[in-house]
C-alpha cells in the first residue's frame, strides 16, 4: 500500500492492514475477472468489501459484473451503496449521458420521451 492509500484509508477510518487486504483482493478479483472466472471475481470483490466497506473500486466493479450477469437488482443495490460512500465516482456518467445526447439525436429523444413517461406514470401512481 503507498502513502496516499494509506492516508485515504486513515480518512476512512479503514486500518491500514484491511485497507491493504481489500488492495490485494481487489486486484485478484480483476484479475480473474479478466480472465473470465466471474463468480471467483465477485466472491473476491466481497471479499474486498468486507475488508474495507467504503472500497469504492471493489464495489463499482462488483456493480458493473452484476450488470453484465444481467442481475440488475444486485447492480442497482452495489450502485446505490457506491453513490453514498463515493457520490464523486458517478459524476462521469453525467459527461458521458451529455456526450451521448449531442452525438446521438434519436438517443436524446429516446430518452426524453422515456422520461417523460417514466414522470407521468410516477404522477399517476401518487393520484
Do not use: W
Request: glycine content about 4%; charged content about 25%; aromatic content about 6%.
Amino acid at each position: 500500500m503507498n502513502r496516499t492509500q494509506r492516508r485515504i484509508a486513515e480518512r476512512q477510518g479503514t486500518s491500514p492492514s484491511m485497507a491493504g487486504e481489500a488492495a490485494a483482493l481487489f486486484e485478484r478479483a480483476i484479475g480473474h475477472e479478466r480472465q473470465g472466472d466471474l463468480p471467483l471475481a465477485a466472491s473476491l470483490y466481497k471479499k474486498a468489501l468486507s475488508a474495507d466497506p467504503r472500497h469504492a473500486p471493489a464495489c463499482d466493479r462488483l456493480a458493473a459484473l452484476y450488470l453484465a450477469q444481467g442481475k440488475r437488482d444486485k447492480a442497482s443495490v452495489q450502485y446505490a451503496e457506491l453513490a453514498r460512500i463515493a457520490p464523486q465516482t458517478l459524476n462521469q456518467f453525467d459527461r458521458v449521458l451529455a456526450t451521448l445526447k449531442n452525438l446521438l439525436p434519436d438517443f436524446a429523444a429516446g430518452l426524453a420521451a422515456y422520461s417523460s413517461d417514466t414522470t407521468r406514470d410516477d404522477r399517476s401512481r401518487a393520484h
